[in-house]
């Protein structure tokens, strides 16, 4: 009797043993299959943010590019109200004046970042420092932005104001990446080289110059801008490689 009752509670604990380590081994697999899909995620994630930076890397590196040449021809004015004449040989004073008025957006969308973040399954990222570089990114952008949007305002609040006050001719010229004496304006537009004793007067001028030397801060400022937020870019480049599988 009291050897068949062990035997029975012997087989209940195997049973009750058995049942209890094929739910463990139930969950265990559960986890492991969700831990391979969260990893999945979290590569597929990298490689789409990847792709993105280096997206900004290149419109970034662009843009700065087009920025210095505002620079370089503002530099050039400047120096010719100094001086009372044009002296830059990289452009003409016709592609300079076309130049300095641009106003310069840089528009770099959200993507894989922006869906990340959104999601609130910015936890998927393992790396925490890439996590951190991630959320504070766009504060970074936003930097620039309100750098640019300023010289925005000053382009229509000061230039193109002074310029239909003075008739200084409002020439366009959209190839500011590539300024260059040896690219000419369409020929049909009007021309300040044309008259030279608007010229004069214009670079005479110390309301003009006054504008310029404020745009030419401005602009070497959002330089600052540029340079750091392709530094931010850059290092996160590097952290989402750290993170790749190879």
């Known amino acids: ?56 890397r290149v419109l970034l590196a662009s843009h700065r590019e087009g920025h210095l040449a505002i620079i370089r021809a503002v530099a050039g004015l400047i120096a010719a109200c100094r001086s009372g004449t044009w002296e830059l040989e990289e452009a003409t004073v016709d592609v300079a004046m076309a130049v300095m008025w641009l106003p310069v957006t840089t528009e770099l969308v959200g993507g894989a970042r922006d869906a990340l973040l959104n999601s609130g399954r910015l936890g998927a990222i393992s790396n925490r420092s890439l996590r951190f570089q991630l959320a504070e990114w766009r504060s970074v952008a936003d930097e620039l932005t309100d750098d640019q949007q300023n010289g925005i305002r000053m382009v229509f609040d000061f230039i193109l104001p002074y310029r239909t006050r003075h008739g200084v001719p409002h020439t366009v010229y959209t190839d500011f990446a590539a300024i260059s004496a040896n690219t000419p304006l369409d020929a049909d537009q009007r021309l300040l080289s044309d008259d030279p004793a608007a010229m ?29 937020l392709i530094a931010a870019t850059d290092a996160i480049l590097v952290s989402i490689d750290a993170s790749l599988d190879e």
């Open 1 to 56: 009797m009291w050897n068949q009752a062990r035997t029975s509670w012997t087989r209940l604990l195997l049973e009750g043993s058995a049942i209890v380590l094929s739910i463990l081994l139930a969950f265990a697999i559960d986890a492991a299959w969700d831990d391979r899909q969260e990893r999945r995620f979290e590569q597929e994630t990298l490689q789409a943010l990847k792709e993105q930076y280096q997206g900004h």
């Open 200 to 228: 004069q007067r214009l670079f005479g001028d110390p309301e003009f110059l006054s504008i310029l030397e404020l745009r030419y801060d401005l602009l070497t400022h959002t330089t600052d801008e540029f340079d750091e």
